[in-house]
């Protein structure tokens, strides 16, 4: 009678079982941490399509959700930017019409001083970025979009006190050198062209930011110079010069305040295009938890029951592997 030793096929046997439940428990111990299968095949039971979609939908969610983010943030600070120009302008337009009031002598000097201030506030927010772009600078991208004041204010103090002596002469260089291809052009605008309008996920186009050469700047701009500069105007036309420049001042703001509402618009059609992708992302994410999704109670159990099991698997191997062939033989 031949006798063959159980050892090798009990090895084998114990040795399989092992790695199928050391296998399972890594398993369970990874969706207890998660809180999905391991094995997506499985627990989509031949859908994978439908998970796939899920996941491709929640791969293009993310980049365009940081976009939204990016231009929201930019569309917000540019907003504020313009309020901000706005309220300095009125108020300078404000203290210049004391000018020409007999009882208050030093009303031109205070004007000019005040203008002076906004200019340089102006000059600045139009240099306003947000993530490293200037808000205002079109397609430069980075880099200040207008002259610092020093620079600016040399420039336009320059053509008011080159211009002959009468004030329709003065205003008539500050028209030429304000308008478009003017010098405004070359010694103040320091970007490029206007971006084209961004374009949504959806499909929808919000309008893009204004340049800092847009018309309504240009006459800000021009209308607090000719504040800024009132004592170069003759004394029996300085009322009037300024009259005129807060008219100037006062059409821009209302401009302005279009620009603003434009931003606004914007801002709502990016609010309501997060609010979409939210919700495709709440579907997405909704799908994959059902496909995937374990149940932390259901799984702790089974991590448990595995544990228990390995461990009894381990005793009995231990056992098994201290047996000789004279144990089988007795």
Known sequence: MILTSPDSLQSSTLFRLTQNLRGRLDNATVELATGRA?????????DNATLLRAQRTLDSIDPERGRLTVLSGRYLVAASAL?????????????????????????????????????????????????GRSLFAGDAGVGAAVADLSTFYAWAEGVVSSAPAAAADKLAALDTEFAVTGGFDTNAYLAGAQLTDPQLAGGQTIGTLPTADDEAFRDLLKGLVMVATNELVDPAERSQWVLDATVIIQSARDRITTEEASIGLAQNTLDREADRLSRELFDAESTIERILGRDPFEVATETQSLEVRLQALYTVTARTSSLRLTNFLR
């Open 38 to 46: 391991v094995d997506s095949t499985k627990a989509a039971r031949g």
């Open 83 to 131: 309020r901000s120009i706005n309220e300095v302008a009125g108020q300078t337009a404000l203290t210049a019409q004391a000018v020409g009031d007999l009882t208050n002598k030093d009303a031109d000097v205070i004007a000019a001083s005040e203008a002076f201030t906004a200019i340089g506030s102006v000059l600045a927010t139009l240099n306003t970025s947000f993530g």
